[in-house]
């Protein structure tokens, strides 16, 4: 049997044409709008100069510090994130919560110690995160074939994301060595850690964080379609949940990106002054393993909603 995995795009009409002109239309005038609302604005200047090379100066926010106070604004908004996810989620958002604990815990208690103490970073965190997974989709949402589907389907698209991540962080020559934490890390554990596998471990959890949501949803989905018409084929099934999974892929994609470029903000002004050319990020190792962490997650997710749909069908169609 076989599944369209990859469609070529093709135009099938004058409607369908008429919908990718207006897309491309919509494209257009969004980079024009950017662009001039750039030469626009940045004629504007709200910042004030400041003399870095002046030994007093120490920014306001490093010296204004009340850990007491920090420290109960945190706890504080634990609980209220708990308090939300509860009286929304109801039991589900309940158990969501126990698995964000028990994730933790794997990660602090169990795969942190071990990379100290000499364990390889990537088989390891392979593991925990199978571990992460596991348990936190059948806490969350019991076991049952819509569990074991979406399980499936995860393991299958984090190998996929550990092997991308694998040949493309060599590829791009990549060393894991370009943060301040990392040279903080080899100066006072003064151990020989090889910082591109604790690289590709990052690159794994990432991952963990966004297949058990989008396998989930696929075989939810496909669950759902099975239940409204029983008479569906696993080729229909497949075609329908298919196209609830173009529309959360990238919505998804969308997310990742814009998580990483928040938490890459800083580097992205220091390029403004240190890039002269827009190559020059190329020479940046934190970018580009921003890039690798986005891209390789990015792949993975979109691997993840094929294979489990697929995985799907074939456990709730009624096979013709």
């Known amino acids: 049997m076989k599944f369209p995995l990859i469609k070529v795009f093709s135009i099938k009409n004058k409607k369908e044409l008429k919908r990718i002109a207006v897309k491309l239309l919509t494209l257009v005038l969004s980079f024009v709008v950017i662009y001039l609302l750039k030469l626009l604005l940045t004629k504007v200047s709200f910042t004030d100069s400041i003399d870095l090379a002046d030994p ?14 920090r420290t109960y604004a945190f706890l504080g908004f634990l609980v209220f994130f708990a ?14 919560i126990i698995g964000l604990i028990l994730s933790a815990f794997t990660i602090y208690e169990l795969m942190v110690p071990l990379i100290l103490k ?8 392979f593991f925990c995160g199978v571990i992460i997974i596991t348990t936190t989709i059948f806490i969350s949402h019991g076991v049952n074939k819509k ?5 499936s389907g995860s393991f299958f698209s984090l190998f996929t994301i550990l092997a991308i991540s694998m040949v493309f962080r060599s590829l791009l020559q990549i060393s894991g060595y370009s943060s301040e934490d990392t040279f903080y890390l080899l100066s006072m554990s003064q151990l020989d850690f090889d910082m591109g596998s604790v690289l590709i ?20 989905v496909v669950h759902e379609l099975s ?17 609830v999974g173009k529309d959360h892929a ?3 994609i969308n997310s990742i990106f814009w998580i990483y470029a928040a938490s890459s903000l800083p580097l992205l002004l220091l390029a403004s002054y240190d890039f002269a050319e827009p190559h020059d990020f190329l020479y940046n190792g934190s970018f580009m393993e921003d890039a690798l962490r986005t891209v390789s997650a990015s792949i993975g997710l979109m691997f993840a909603i094929p294979l489990t749909t697929i995985l799907a069908a ?7």
């Open 56 to 69: 007093d100066y120490i920014p306001r926010e490093l010296v204004d510090f009340d850990i007491e106070r």
């Open 250 to 252: 990238a919505a998804a």
């Open 118 to 125: 000499g364990w390889h970073p990537i088989p390891l965190t």
């Open 314 to 320: 074939l456990v709730y169609s009624k096979r013709k």
């Open 201 to 220: 471990s990052g690159v794994i959890l990432s991952g963990i964080g966004i297949l058990d949501d989008i396998t989930l949803t696929q075989a939810s």
């Open 227 to 243: 239940k409204a018409n029983s008479h569906l084929d696993t080729r229909k099934l497949y075609s329908k949940a298919m196209n």
């Open 147 to 151: 569990t074991v589907v979406a399980l």
């Open 83 to 96: 308090m939300i996810a509860v009286i929304i989620g109801r039991w589900q958002g309940f158990a969501s």
